[in-house]
T-cell receptor, first 110, second 114 residues
């Protein structure tokens, strides 16, 4: 059974204080690892897809990396508008559905 | 362009009633997914449609849940004889066909069963 674990559950940062969110996964036949951002009362917003170990993708202050066992979402010099829940999900095996982790709730204080 | 739309945005119902939730995917997206997000369980897969293939129903929690997709576009998720534990946000997503494709989510329907 595919398993995805995110840590920490919650993270408080001061504006400008860089940090990383972790997503550990156990799957058979990874087809893609996805990062989403979710704001309260809204659906998840797609950020990145990573397909193989060693791959990295960047968007503004966010950078996602992937190893064979985990993925990191690095946030550089965060701003209050980066506050949201960040979700990690995997697609594996024969199915196309996503298996999600529990999310990391990020709060950035000005 | 237009994203995934869902209706209603909120639904309050009484225990035992049936409810229907609607999803309009992004035009051209042949894959459509339903997920459920609740406080205790996180985001869980329910059902997946791809083109004219038989749907993958492996995530449906009970036979009270069913879904259909008409004309390869709009989908309806039906919950019969609703229970309080069905209260959750129901999210629809769509994607292009094939593995590794990003799924784009709608805003969700918040279902409250009294």
């Amino acid at each position: 059974e595919d398993q995805v674990t995110q840590s920490p559950e919650a993270l408080r940062l001061q504006e400008g204080e860089s940090s990383s969110l972790n997503c550990s996964y156990t799957v058979s036949g990874l087809r893609g690892l996805f990062w989403y951002r979710q704001d309260p009362g809204k659906g998840p917003e797609f950020l990145f897809t990573l397909y193989s170990a060693g791959e990295e993708k960047e968007k503004e202050r966010l950078k996602a990396t992937l190893t064979k066992k985990e993925s990191f979402l690095h946030i550089t010099a965060p701003k209050p508008e980066d506050s949201a829940t960040y979700l990690c999900a995997v697609q594996a095996g024969a199915g196309n559905m996503l298996t999600f982790g529990g999310g990391t709730r990020l709060m950035v204080k000005p | 362009g237009a994203g995934v739309s869902q209706s209603p945005s909120n639904k309050v119902t009484e225990k035992g009633k049936d409810v229907e939730l609607r999803c309009d995917p992004i035009s051209g997206h042949t894959a459509l997914y339903w997920y459920r997000q609740s406080l205790g369980q996180g985001l869980e897969f329910l059902i997946y449609f791809q083109g004219n293939s038989a749907p993958d129903k492996s995530g449906l929690p009970s036979d009270r849940f069913s879904a259909e997709r008409t004309g390869g576009s709009v989908s309806t998720l039906t919950i019969q004889r609703t229970q309080q534990e069905d209260s959750a946000v129901y999210l629809c997503a769509s994607s292009l066909p094939g593995g590794g494709r990003e799924q784009f989510f709608g805003p969700g329907t918040r279902l409250t069963v009294l």
